[in-house]
Antibody, heavy 122, light 108 residues
Framework: EVQLVESGGGLVQPGRSLRLSCAAS????????MHWVRQAPGKGLEWVSG????????GYADSVKGRFTISRDNAKNSLYLQMNSLRAEDTALYYC???????????????WGQGTLVTVSS | EIVLTQSPGTLSLSPGERATLSCRAS???????LAWYQQKPGQAPRLLIY???SRATGIPDRFSGSGSGTDFTLTISRLEPEDFAVYYC?????????FGQGTKLEIK
């Protein structure tokens, strides 16, 4: 069974940093692109960032470009999101999601983890 | 960036009825790289349809997708009680990946 488990969320002050992790199991992690998607409280879905299976292709939403960095460690079956210069508008539930195609591009996503909550507030 | 606009915002129907949800793109979605997701309260989104019309694994055949170019539709042929949820469309043909704002399907 494919499992994605996010961790690292919490309460952080504006301007500070946080690193999210996603532990993957149940599939050959280094064959698939991976993504971070966020959902602000009561709002819709926003793609944050994606990384190809070999880290050769990386993309970011304009809202986080220059502040967030996605990475992966295929030896550890793990995906990461380094979030710097956090703002109140980054407050959201952050989901880790797997691409459905082996060695594919961006999406679609299945499955998704249960998310980790990031709250940016003073 | 491709903007996806979903309509209606809220759809009120009864179990057994047919639901038709729309997703319109601001520009053509290449190769019909359009997906639909279902999200229930407190749960992560679940992939229903990809490639505009292909059902994901384990999705009942009452769910179907259609469309191309800029106009796409998700149809639920006969609503079951568990189908009442929020539905999102997503385009993944060009970067950045974008989602529609969602359609809430509620029990009438």
């Amino acid at each position: 069974e494919v499992q994605l488990v996010e961790s690292g969320g919490g309460l952080v002050q504006p301007g500070r940093s946080l690193r999210l992790s996603c532990a993957a199991s149940g599939f050959t992690f280094d064959d698939y692109a991976m993504h971070w998607v966020r959902q602000a409280p009561g709002k819709g879905l926003e793609w944050v960032s994606g990384i190809s299976w070999n880290s050769g292709s990386i993309g970011y939403a304009d809202s986080v470009k220059g502040r967030f960095t996605i990475s992966r460690d295929n030896a550890k079956n793990s995906l990461y999101l380094q979030m710097n210069s956090l703002r109140a508008e980054d407050t959201a539930l952050y989901y880790c999601a797997k691409d459905i195609y082996r060695f594919g591009g961006w999406g679609p996503f299945d499955p998704w983890g249960q998310g980790t909550l990031v709250t940016v507030s003073s | 960036e491709i903007v996806l606009t979903q309509s209606p915002g809220t759809l009120s129907l009864s179990p057994g009825e047919r639901a038709t949800l729309s997703c319109r793109a601001s520009q053509s979605v290449s190769s019909s790289y359009l997906a639909w997701y279902q999200q229930k309260p407190g749960q992560a989104p679940r992939l229903l349809i990809y490639g505009a019309s292909s059902r994901a694994t384990g999705i009942p055949d009452r769910f179907s997708g259609s469309g191309s170019g800029t106009d796409f539709t998700l149809t639920i042929s006969r609503l079951e009680p568990e189908d009442f949820a929020v539905y999102y469309c997503q385009q993944y043909g060009s970067s950045p990946v974008t989602f529609g704002q969602g359609t809430k399907l509620e029990i009438k």
